[in-house]
Nanobody, 122 residues
Framework: VQLQASGGGLVQAGGSLGLSCAASGRTASAGTVAWFHQAPGREREFVAAITWSGRTRYADSVEGRFTISRDNANATVFLQMNSLKSEDTAVYYC?????????????????WGQGTLVTVSS
């Protein structure tokens, strides 16, 4: 499975931004897709995940502000980010796993995209 993340950019605090993660190759192996982010000097952190059937899980820090969704027909997962804060600034990575659950630890994901930078200015 190859993952291509896109949609990052610069946005003011309180604004919105949408990310996309397009999968290609053996997309049937992308059962659960997640977004992680990594700020400079920090470990990669879980943001949100969605299973093939549409079950979702969010980090407490983004619950109510971010929405993850997927279009299985087009093998694409989206992350809509609203009410952005300066602490959301990071490189965002999408990741995929063949699992049917919603792991929050990076090691459970087999495939990773290249990352897209989100910068929130205060």
């Amino acid at each position: 499975v190859q993952l291509q993340a896109s949609g990052g950019g610069l946005v003011q605090a309180g604004g919105s931004l949408g990310l996309s993660c397009a999968a290609s190759g053996r997309t049937a192996s992308a059962g659960t897709v997640a977004w992680f982010h990594q700020a400079p000097g920090r470990e990669r952190e879980f943001v949100a995940a969605i299973t093939w059937s549409g079950r979702t899980r969010y980090a407490d820090s983004v619950e109510g502000r971010f929405t993850i969704s997927r279009d299985n027909a087009n093998a694409t997962v989206f992350l809509q980010m609203n009410s952005l804060k300066s602490e959301d600034t990071a490189v965002y990575y999408c990741a995929a796993s063949s699992t049917t659950v919603l792991p929050t630890i990076p090691g459970y994901y087999d495939y990773w995209g290249q990352g897209t930078l989100v910068t929130v200015s205060s």
